[in-house]
């Protein structure tokens, strides 16, 4: 005897479908989320790398270790701040490689030759746009700990793009103030 699909049956079918259509739905925004991600992080990382190596070719060596003052950092040493960044945020905390960064050293004015500055930016940048091109979506979601508390390795990209982003414009800012009127814009 064949027994015939109660309407119950039919509904429970329904929706079963309808959830499982639901969930590759979101499986499939999810992952286009994560291309968006990748692909705005990938172009935010090659902006800043482009933006900052064009400043750095309108100063010499001595411009690049100028200060405003005591107070304040020179280039170099806002260079070698997100170079240490990148070793522990990307290298470290992405990529699980060994790192010892020491963040008050990098802050101490140190002579750096322009050429090794623009060789870091160039590097370590790379990295990073390296890293976001090639990372999978699972390890996107992957914590690591930063200042005691559970981050996802998107979340910190996110926060890095945010804190170099920052630092570029003080290296504006700077460049602006040594050449005046002779800088030239970098968002051109």
């Avoid at 925004?29 to 064009?54: A, H, V």
């Avoid at 309108?58 to 950092?73: A, C, G, M």
């Avoid at 160039?122 to 930063?146: F, G, M, P, R």
Wanted: with cysteine; hydrophobic share 35%; charged share 30%.
């Amino acid at each position: 005897m064949r027994r015939t699909a109660s309407n119950k049956d039919k509904i429970v079918a329904t929706a079963y479908l309808f959830n499982l259509q639901a969930a590759n739905q979101l499986k499939e925004d999810i992952t286009m989320s994560y291309d968006f991600n990748r692909d705005w992080l990938s172009k935010k990382f090659e902006e800043i790398q482009r933006r900052i190596l064009k400043a750095l070719q309108q100063l010499d060596d001595e411009q690049v270790n100028w200060r405003p003052d005591h107070t304040s950092h020179s280039i170099s040493t806002l260079v070698k701040h997100i170079d240490g960044n990148i070793q522990e945020r990307i290298m470290k905390g992405i990529l699980h490689q060994d790192v010892n960064r020491n963040r008050e050293d990098e802050l101490k004015p140190t002579y750096i030759k322009k050429s090794e500055l623009e060789s870091v930016i160039q590097h370590s940048l790379q990295l990073v746009i390296n890293t976001v091109n090639q990372i999978t979506d699972e390890h996107l979601e992957q914590k690591q700990v930063v200042r005691n508390r559970e981050r996802s390795n998107l979340d910190m990209l996110h926060q890095c793009a945010a804190h170099y982003s920052e630092h570029m414009g003080q290296i504006f800012y700077i460049a602006k103030q040594i050449l005046k009127e002779n800088y030239k814009s970098t968002s051109i």
